[in-house]
Nanobody, 127 residues
Framework: QLTIVESGGGLVQSGGSLRLSCATSGFGLDTYNIGWFRQAPGKEREGISC????????NYAASVKGRFTTSKDTAKATVYLQMNNVKPEDAGVYYC????????????????????WGQGTQVSVSS
């Protein structure tokens, strides 16, 4: 059974940093893309990053490129999202999802190919 659990959310000051974790079990990270998504109240779920099974393919949404970094620790079966220079518009529920594929899609769309999801972790930003 594929299981995904996000953690690390909380309240962060604008301009600050936060690191989210995506712990996985029941499948190998070496055959799945892992994507990070977020959803603010009243808005659609936005894809913000994708890391390929070997880690050599990384996509970022324009809204977070240069500020957020995705990495993985295969031994710990965990993927991380390092959030730097956080802005108020980064607030929302952050989700992690898995897609069985060897490279990341050009567009990280929440309704395309992501078969397993975590429950999300809340990120709030104070200005």
């Amino acid at each position: 059974q594929l299981t995904i659990v996000e953690s690390g959310g909380g309240l962060v000051q604008s301009g600050g940093s936060l690191r989210l974790s995506c712990a996985t079990s029941g499948f190998g990270l070496d055959t799945y893309n892992i994507g990070w998504f977020r959803q603010a109240p009243g808005k659609e779920r936005e894809g913000i990053s994708c890391i390929s099974p070997k880690g050599g393919w990384l996509n970022y949404a324009a809204s977070v490129k240069g500020r957020f970094t995705t990495s993985k620790d295969t031994a710990k079966a965990t993927v991380y999202l390092q959030m730097n220079n956080v802005k108020p518009e980064d607030a929302g529920v952050y989700y992690c999802a898995a897609m069985k594929h060897y490279w990341c899609p050009a567009t990280i769309a929440a309704n395309f190919g992501w078969t397993s999801w975590g429950q999300g972790t809340q990120v709030s930003v104070s200005s």
